[in-house]
Nanobody, 115 residues
Framework: QVQLVESGGGLVQAGGSLRLFCAAS????????MGWYRQAPGKQRELVATQTIGGSTNYRDDVKGRFTISKDNAKNTVYLQMNSLKPEDTAVYYC?????????WGKGTQVTVSS
């Protein structure tokens, strides 16, 4: 069982930045992938960014060039640096851990971007 705790969300003006943190209860160094997803009110949860064990990253098109996913295996933490935030980035952001075929989720952190 892996527990994930997100933090770093908050209220920011358009054009601002936030850094999200996802702290895992155990080692993530051998996990197949880690990722960030988001869910806006009335919408389905959607992928934001993922990083594989090999370091490959994948981003949704509308965050490319603005968001960066990274991880620190020594700290069992995954980050999402979000720059040039837009009101449409407003959502609850969830961390996902994928050790193998099993998937674990955190409870999310709210990001609100005001115009």
């Amino acid at each position: 069982q892996v527990q994930l705790v997100e933090s770093g969300g908050g209220l920011v003006q358009a054009g601002g930045s936030l850094r999200l943190f996802c702290a895992a209860s155990g080692s993530i160094s051998r996990f197949a992938a880690m990722g960030w997803y988001r869910q806006a009110p009335g919408k389905q949860r959607e992928l934001v960014a993922t990083q594989t064990i090999g370091g490959s990253t994948n981003y949704r098109d509308d965050v490319k060039g603005r968001f960066t996913i990274s991880k620190d295996n020594a700290k069992n933490t995954v980050y999402l640096q979000m720059n040039s935030l837009k009101p449409e980035d407003t959502a609850v952001y969830y961390c996902q851990a994928r050790p193998s075929m099993i998937v674990y989720w955190g409870k999310g952190t709210q990001v609100t971007v005001s115009s």
